[in-house]
């Protein structure tokens, strides 16, 4: 089993593939600076095989990657949204401590680094089923800046640092740090707490879509996997099945929740539309995920109904917890250790 470093450890994404880490008989270093509460993290701090740090991507000291043989890197603010509150310091982080990151990783011999990225490189596709091979149109910092880091570990492969580059299409399901901004998860809580749905723009906008847990089994893929199946790669993340337009996601809210009313609003200036081929990950590494979008819209529903989640943690909608962090710099969710 190896030493494997998490960047951006506390998150959405973060929390499950730590646990996941350390149920496959990994050694961990779980790093974040835990903006949203470090106390989601504390099972995980209580392997002897884990080590929990709050330091930064741009400024944490080198010598944690001593011994570390695998990075995955989640690190960065999250969404298209929170991307815009403060380009420069977007750039600082996504970009900035990205490429840091990644470049100390391969100076201090680490053998893989595994980079989370997400399908909104494509921006504006020019067609469907567009592979790892077509041109990306980002059309949101965000999305650039996930392409420039993507660019400089091309850059960095080879010489004994395996890259794994996985692009994520638009995550839903239920996770520790649980997120209402993404768009299955948002329309699902407000069709059961306020019996209405928002479709931004038109609805005939392209995404691809996977739950948590199946991004969660491709990044264990990245770490696990012997080199020549992943080793320079960059591998879409979802299935051919699960490309819809957004006015679908509508749809099959309400087969869940019935009885609710549906409002369009029509000017939506987000230009992203894309669907993408998930060939290559399935014929290289035989992922399938496991999860469809109506069992994501079942389990958040149920777990609204038992009371497990309301939707009321101010956490769990990443840009305006982002801004109250600028508005309230010293303030954290409970108690940061």
């Known amino acids: 089993m190896a030493k494997v470093l998490v960047a951006g450890a506390g998150g959405y994404i973060g929390v499950p593939l730590c646990k996941k880490l350390l149920e496959r008989g990994h050694s961990l ?31 944490f000291d080198p010598e944690i990657l001593s011994g570390v043989e695998i990075v995955v890197d989640l690190a960065g603010l999250s969404n298209d949204a929170s991307a815009e509150i403060d380009p420069e310091l977007t750039r600082s982080i996504n970009c900035g401590g990205g490429m840091r990151l990644a470049r100390l990783a391969k100076e201090a011999g ?5 980079y989370s990225s997400s399908a909104s490189v494509y921006g504006h596709g020019l067609r469907e089923r567009l592979t790892e091979n077509d ?38 399901g239920l996770a520790p740090r649980m997120r209402f901004d993404l768009a299955v998860n948002i329309m699902t809580l407000r069709a059961w707490k306020e019996r209405v ?9 392209w995404r691809p879509f996977v739950h948590i847990n199946d991004v969660v089994q491709a990044l264990l893929l990245g770490v696990d996997e012997e080199a020549e199946r992943v080793a320079g790669e960059i591998f879409n993340v979802g299935s051919d099945e699960m490309n819809y337009q957004i006015r679908h996601l509508a749809q099959f809210v309400l087969d869940v929740i019935p009885h609710v009313t ?54 769990c909608y990443t840009l305006q917890w982002y801004r109250s962090l600028q508005l309230h710099p010293g303030r954290r969710r409970r108690d940061p250790r």
């Open 262 to 315: 549906v409002h369009r609003i029509p000017d939506d200036p987000d230009k992203r539309t894309y669907n993408l081929s998930f060939a290559k990950i399935k014929q290289r590494l035989g992922f399938e995920p496991s999860i469809r979008v109506h069992e994501g819209i079942v389990e958040i529903k149920q777990a609204l109904e038992r009371g497990d989640i309301a939707g009321e943690d101010p956490t």
């Open 135 to 172: 041109e990306c149109r980002p059309q949101s910092l965000y999305a650039e800046s996930k392409l420039r880091v993507e660019e400089e570990l091309g850059n960095l492969a080879g010489s004994g640092f395996e890259t794994v580059i996985f692009r994520n299409s638009t995550v839903f």
């Open 110 to 114: 680490v053998r893989r680094y595994v």
């Open 29 to 59: 270093i779980a790093l974040d600076r835990f903006f949203f509460g470090k106390d989601r993290v504390d099972g995980i701090a209580l392997s002897d095989r884990a080590t929990v740090i709050a330091e930064d991507i741009r400024d």
């Open 197 to 205: 749905i928002y479709i931004m723009g038109s609805g005939e906008q």
